[in-house]
């Protein structure tokens, strides 16, 4: 299975902007998602991009204001998160999958995750 390490995170105020980083190794499926958990919630999908670079999928919450792209050479995808918002507060995680008719199957492991606070 593939090992994805997160890195990125930090504390950003309302409006302001971060890029996460995920690098993988490993035995790497076509696809690499983000997800997060905010405190005492369940961890929800937020974006994905296939390692071609021809699909993404974007949760509702984020269209417009994040963006996700991928450095093959790197085997790293990034997450760029733009007019941040309290509640993008949350531990971001990065597995890998596939995208199949717009929707984005991750495998069930993950890493350490990196923490994303946004104050108001």
């Known amino acids: 299975q593939a090992q994805l390490v997160e890195s990125g995170g930090g504390l950003v105020q309302a409006g302001g902007s971060l890029r996460l980083s995920c690098t993988a190794t490993?035995?790497?499926?076509?696809?690499v998602g983000w997800f997060r958990q905010a405190p005492g919630k369940e961890r929800e999908f937020v974006a994905a991009?296939?390692?071609?670079?021809?699909?993404?999928v974007f949760a509702d919450s984020v269209k417009g204001r994040f963006t996700i792209s991928g450095d093959n050479a790197k085997n790293t995808v990034y997450l760029q998160m733009n007019s941040l918002k309290p509640e993008d507060t949350a531990v971001y995680y990065c597995?890998?999958?596939?995208?199949?008719?717009?929707?984005?199957?991750?495998?069930?492991?993950w890493g350490k995750g990196t923490l994303v606070t946004v104050s108001s």
């Open positions: 597995n890998d999958g596939t995208i199949v008719t717009d929707t984005y199957y991750g495998m069930n492991y």
């Open positions: 490993g035995h790497i499926n076509d696809a």
């Open positions: 991009i296939s390692w071609s670079g021809d699909s993404t």
